[in-house]
């Protein structure tokens, strides 16, 4: 679990060899090739848990960086 200004947000680290599945990253919309270490995060709230996210691990650490306009996935 990690504490974030817009929430609570669970958070979980993949080590990428269990899943050869490509995904989206939300930060960089760049490609996670199967296989590549990443995390996925989902809110911890109600309905958070539809909102599961791949994401680039150092996407993640800067997702707030990326200033106002953005969607906050
Ligand atoms: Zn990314």
Redesign the pocket.
């Known amino acids: 679990m990690e504490e974030w200004p817009d929430g609570e947000w669970k958070v979980r680290m993949l080590n990428g060899s269990s899943s050869t599945k490509n995904y989206r ?6 490609e ?1 090739r199967g296989g590549q270490p990443h995390l996925v995060a989902w809110p911890n709230w109600t309905g958070g848990d539809e909102e599961r996210r791949h ?2 691990t ?3 650490r800067k997702r707030l960086d990326r200033g106002p306009g953005r969607s906050r996935y």
């Open positions: 990253c939300p930060g960089c919309d760049q996670i994401w680039h150092a996407c993640w």
